[in-house]
């Protein structure tokens, strides 16, 4: 494996970075067909060119599968952590078996890109959740895979809710004492941000000393959409509030953790060169051009000990162009419209608020 792709990870252009892709996951899928007894049986019902040329040759597996089936390549003694998506408490969810080298791959990947967009100092970090949803090391949910993950570019971690999702106020004023006039990183799902920090600012008129700041969000957008709140109204709103000047919003799902898309600073999230996205259409499921809306498929070539390293989701998205976005990063460059109709609530922030709706804490 190119290992240089981890430390550039957007440097690649189209003609490099499909060469590159196609070998790495022509070994994945034979690897995995090898391995992974479902994902052989269904290979063998799925019609696909077995001379994989390019990266939409590629056969995908629908993620809503990962909730129906124990899908694993390696031998379970070698699995060292078993992730869990975020569904709601009526759902199942999906389970993904990560063993070691998936799970080094997966932290240089996701050092590499949020390295890119912030530097490679550790800050003090603020993370809009509660302590509570790390526990278990072993069986993480991807609300907390999320948070130990983005907790590695932060130092003096301070957790801002409590365990009743209340604001530790006298916590909080600690900390930005502590660090006032540092740059500060914050982390969190969006709707928790939305809801347990700027609204409870908001409603109570503080204004943080948070301008020296950045802030990374991912996780659904329903219940925000429900609001009437857009991305755009997200990153004013908490101008607004808080003066925090640069907002990245991140793409990313607990079936391939590690490959985020991050959101760059024209609002266009990134392709990174060991990760890609290809557009389908609604009906016949075949690839569309370019500025055009459809099911989104995610390619990755990290997952080593499952088959998860081409999916198709339930969002849907456009694919605005490739290698020459404003910001200067090579690479695909798109927008997520949201989920298909009718498709189930699965993004972090989403269940969580559906969850405490009904009463349940996730």
């Known amino acids: 494996m190119n290992e240089a792709v981890f430390q550039t990870p957007y440097v690649m252009n189209r003609t490099a970075k499909q060469g590159f892709l196609v070998n790495e996951l022509k070994r994945l899928t034979d690897f995995h067909q090898r391995h992974c007894e479902p994902y052989q049986h269904i290979l ?9 040329r390019h990266v939409e040759d590629l056969p995908y597996l629908p993620v809503q599968l990962f909730k129906m089936l124990d899908l ?30 998936t799970s080094e791959l997966q932290s240089k990947a996701l050092v590499a890109i949020v390295r890119d ?10 993370i809009i959740d509660t302590k509570n949803v790390i526990k278990d090391r072993k069986a993480f949910s991807a609300r907390g895979a999320g948070i130990v993950g983005f907790s590695n570019f932060g130092r003096n971690h301070f957790y801002l809710l409590d365990d009743n999702m209340e604001i530790d106020w006298l916590g ?6 502590k660090h006032a006039g540092e740059r500060i990183l914050l982390f ?25 700041s950045i802030l990374i969000h991912g996780g659904g957008w329903k219940k925000l959409n429900d609001e009437a709140v857009s991305n755009d109204v997200f990153k004013q709103s908490l101008f607004e509030q808080f003066q925090i000047p640069r907002v990245h919003n991140y793409y990313g799902m607990v079936e391939q953790v590690g490959s985020i898309f991050m959101e760059c600073e024209h609002g266009y999230f990134h392709t990174p060169g060991f990760a890609d996205v290809i557009i389908r259409d609604f009906e016949t499921l075949k ?7 459809g099911i ?3 390619i990755s070539i990290l997952p080593q000990s ?9 969002d849907v998205g456009t694919i605005h162009g490739e290698d020459n976005c404003p910001c200067g990063r090579m690479g695909k460059y798109f927008t997520i419209e949201g989920r298909i109709p009718k498709a189930e609530i699965r993004g972090c922030s989403d269940t969580h608020a559906y969850d405490r709706q009904i009463g349940v804490n996730v």
Request: net charge positive.
């Open 44 to 52: 063998g019902k799925v019609p696909f060119k077995r001379d994989i």
């Open 72 to 101: 694993c390549s390696v031998p379970k003694a070698e699995v060292i952590k078993t992730l869990t998506s975020s569904g709601t408490t009526s759902q199942q969810v999906s389970k993904i078996f990560i063993d070691r080298a």
């Open 117 to 126: 967009f912030i530097g490679k100092q550790r800050l003090p970090m603020i």
């Open 172 to 177: 909080l004023n600690a900390f930005l004492e």
């Open 188 to 212: 969190g799902f969006t709707f928790m941000i939305w809801q347990y920090l700027f609204k409870v600012c908001r409603n109570q008129r503080i204004q943080l000393p948070l301008s020296n």
């Open 287 to 293: 690839p569309v051009t370019n500025e055009t809306k």
């Open 296 to 298: 989104v498929q995610v």
């Open 306 to 314: 499952y088959p998860g390293h081409s999916l198709i989701t339930e």
